[in-house]
T-cell receptor
Framework: AQSVAQPEDQVNVAEGNPLTVKCTYS??????LFWYVQYPNRGLQFLLK??????LVKGSYGFEAEFNKSQTSFHLKKPSALVSDSALYFC??????????FGTGTRLLVSP | DAGVIQSPRHEVTEMGQEVTLRCKPI?????LFWYRQTMMRGLELLIY????????DSGMPEDRFSAKMPNASFSTLKIQPSEPRDSAVYFC??????????????FGSGTQLSVL
């Protein structure tokens, strides 16, 4: 069975500060990991993915994520947060040739 | 491409009524997914299709829910009869595949369903 956990319901950060949204996973075999973002009244949008290769993955809007196999984590990061980054962020996982499983989501609030 | 198109955007109905949600996937995408999003349960996969064939419907909550994909450009999710606990946002998503680079999902804007 595969699962993904987002331990924080909400993350608060001041504009200009670095941000981290946490994600851990469990899967048999190699993980394929994704981050999606959801803005109010919109569907989810793809941010970035890790399939194989470099552990640091760069994605849209200046976001990046670090894959850590030993800690089974895939945390989302951004060096300098913007107010417009405020949204709901979902980590997702598949073990390959399987349906995508989403975490429960983390609400990011960036204050001016 | 216009992306994944869902209709209606909002649906308000009374308990016991039939509800039909519609989805047009991105042209060329072989996979179509129906998700339900609630505060309590987050994002749940209800069913997905590959080349118009239902592959996994284990997430469909009850027999009141049914989904069809009569052709590559159209799918419906039907609830009959509807109940207040069905109130949620229902998303349709499509993708090229289930593996590697093709795994990326494209979501529609969702249907906000309220059953009174």
């Amino acid at each position: 069975a595969q699962s993904v956990a987002q331990p924080e319901d909400q993350v608060n950060v001041a504009e200009g500060n670095p941000l981290t949204v946490k994600c851990t996973y469990s899967v048999s075999g190699n993980p394929y990991l994704f981050w999606y973002v959801q803005y109010p009244n919109r569907g989810l949008q793809f941010l970035l993915k890790y399939i194989t290769g470099d552990n640091l993955v760069k994605g849209s809007y200046g976001f990046e994520a670090e894959f850590n196999k030993s800690q089974t984590s895939f945390h989302l990061k951004k060096p300098s947060a913007l107010v417009s980054d405020s949204a709901l962020y979902f980590c997702a996982l598949t073990g390959g040739f399987q349906k995508l499983v989403f975490g429960t989501g983390t609400r990011l609030l960036v204050s001016p | 491409d216009a992306g994944v198109i869902q209709s209606p955007r909002h649906e308000v109905t009374e308990m016991g009524q039939e509800v039909t949600l519609r989805c047009k996937p991105i042209s060329g995408h072989d996979y179509l997914f129906w998700y339900r999003q609630t505060m309590m349960r987050g994002l749940e996969l209800l069913i997905y299709f590959n080349n118009n064939v239902p592959i996994d419907d284990s997430g469909m909550p009850e027999d009141r829910f049914s989904a069809k994909m009569p052709n590559a450009s159209f799918s419906t999710l039907k609830i009959q009869p509807s109940e207040p606990r069905d109130s949620a946002v229902y998303f349709c998503a499509s993708s090229l595949g289930l593996f590697g680079d093709n795994e990326k999902l494209f979501f529609g804007s969702g249907t906000q369903l309220s059953v009174l």
